[in-house]
Nanobody, 128 residues
Framework: QVQLVESGGGLVQPGGSLRLSCTVS????????IGWFRQAPGKEREGVSC????????YYAESVKGRFTISRDNAKSTVYLQMNSLKPEDTAVYYC?????????????????????WGQGTTVTVSS
């Protein structure tokens, strides 16, 4: 059974930092792109960042570029999202998701609908 479990969310003041973790079980992380998404109240779920499996190519949404950093530790089956200089507009439920990468295909950031597995989310609130 595949499980993705997010952790590390919480309440932080504007300008603060949080590190989210996505721990994966039931699949071999080496073969999957992992993406982070977020959904604010009343809004659609949007992509934040993702990282490829083999070359660790990264992608960031413009709204978080320069503030967030994604990384992965396949040995620990965990992907991290370091979030710095947080803003109130970063408030959302953050989800991680896994997308299988077929061998031999050049990589590009997968669209949301391609992801195969999703976690339950962790809440990030940025407020003074």
């Amino acid at each position: 059974q595949v499980q993705l479990v997010e952790s590390g969310g919480g309440l932080v003041q504007p300008g603060g930092s949080l590190r989210l973790s996505c721990t994966v079980s039931g699949l071999t992380l080496d073969y999957y792109t992992i993406g982070w998404f977020r959904q604010a109240p009343g809004k659609e779920r949007e992509g934040v960042s993702c990282i490829s499996s083999r070359d660790e190519i990264t992608y960031y949404a413009e709204s978080v570029k320069g503030r967030f950093t994604i990384s992965r530790d396949n040995a620990k089956s965990t992907v991290y999202l370091q979030m710095n200089s947080l803003k109130p507009e970063d408030t959302a439920v953050y989800y991680c998701a896994a997308d299988y990468e077929p061998l031999g295909r050049s990589w590009s950031p997968p669209p949301k609908y391609e992801y195969d597995y999703w976690g339950q989310g962790t809440t990030v609130t940025v407020s003074s």
